[in-house]
């Protein structure tokens, strides 16, 4: 059975006499480790390698990467940020990992960060404004809680700058959507429309979440460390109500792949990019429903405080958006609900349903 170690790096090597030996090594330091996995004199060894490391980091940009990494401010943040964050630390510990605290403090450091993100965000401005900030992150905290005097990198400028205020998805580009989208698609869109809500929040909503009139649930994006997010009651529209009353229910969460399993962040995004292309819509994104949905929960009878409690809008944007949108969009509850109808597998309950209307309207 193969096993993996974090950090270890586990080399076999087949000797002479045909036996194969397996070594293990210390990814950071390259140190062999000695003794086999779990023992205490494995255990020993990865320490001292983490010492040497430690020691070998001290008043570099590398130790203060590792010192950030153990502070309450880094286990307030989302593990998928932290994620991310490491992948950018590992670029700029290849980059600059070695460079010590006074050479971090001068302006010929923020030059030549300056210069690669200039250049970098060329192509691809909004990884290059990430790479920095993430960066420049470290720095005010070693400057406020640290060793540093201070931050070079404080007030850099942005490369990309995006004014979405005034993106929101109109009824021809829900139409086209849902003209293309596999039946998972139509379900999220019909969620996010209703909702507002965040697509991390949509991938975790469950069943236990709606009473049948409501859906309550606690928003994920404040949710860092043992800090709960934001307790949201969502009052259902006409359309959602009945969509949720009739829908299948393949598990205990709401939305499901077609097998009903959870959906991964990652596999989502790839199919809603992919029915966007199908579709023909390059310039909006997953989270610019909210606007939309802005004049969806004016019309299920909800006033501007209720909205922005839901949205998150501030009261000018959402009464700017009704006052813009609304006789747009006062078809687009119905009309997407339509849609997802269509496709459908008819159950029982639903089935039942449709006849008895049919009988009595015979």
């Excluded at 250049?119 to 401005?125: D, G, I, N, Q, V």
């Excluded at 929101?168 to 139509?186: C, D, G, Q, R, T």
């Excluded at 747009?328 to 997802?340: C, E, G, L, P």
């Amino acid at each position: 059975m193969r096993t993996h170690l974090k950090g270890i790096n586990i080399i076999r090597r087949r000797l002479a006499t045909g036996e194969v030996r397996t070594y293990y090594y210390h990814r950071a330091t390259n140190t062999r480790l000695q003794g086999e996995p779990g023992s205490p004199e494995f255990l020993s060894s990865i320490a001292a390698a983490v010492e040497q490391c430690r020691q070998r980091d001290a008043g570099t940009l590398g130790g203060l990467i590792r010192e950030f990494q153990q502070t309450a401010k880094w286990r307030r943040l989302a593990e998928t940020t932290q994620n991310e964050y490491r992948r950018i630390f590992k670029f700029w510990e290849d980059q600059y990992g070695t460079c010590p605290y006074p050479a971090l403090e001068d302006k010929a450091f923020r030059r030549a960060v300056i210069k690669w993100h200039d250049a970098f965000s060329e192509a691809k401005p909004r990884e290059a404004d990430n790479r920095v900030t993430v960066l420049a992150r470290v720095l005010s905290w070693a400057t406020r809680d640290g060793p540093l005097k201070r931050n070079v990198l404080d007030g850099f400028e942005r490369a990309y700058q995006s004014d979405r205020s005034d993106k929101i998805w109109l009824p021809e580009h829900v139409e086209a959507f849902m003209a293309v989208a596999s039946p998972e698609m139509k379900l999220a869109m019909v969620l996010a429309l209703h909702t507002g809500q965040r697509r991390g929040d949509l991938l975790q909503l469950n069943w236990n979440n709606y009473d049948g009139e409501r859906i309550s649930l606690r928003q994920g994006k404040s949710r860092r460390g043992k800090i709960e997010g934001r307790l949201v009651t969502i009052k259902c529209t006409r359309a959602l109500k009945e969509t949720l009353d009739h829908l299948p229910k393949r598990s205990t969460l709401i939305l499901t792949t077609k097998t009903g399993k959870a959906f991964k962040k990652r596999y989502f995004a790839l199919q809603w990019e992919k029915t966007c292309r199908e579709a023909g819509i390059e310039d909006l994104h997953f989270h610019d429903i909210r606007g939309t949905t802005v004049t969806m929960l004016f019309q299920a009878g909800c006033n501007l405080g209720e909205i922005v409690s839901i949205t998150g809008h501030c009261l000018r944007r959402a009464q700017d958006i009704l006052d813009k949108y609304l006789a747009r969009t006062s078809t687009m509850a119905d009309n997407a609900i339509a849609k997802f109808e269509n496709v459908l597998e008819t159950d029982s309950a639903k089935h039942t349903a449709k006849q008895d209307r049919q009988n009595h309207a015979k």
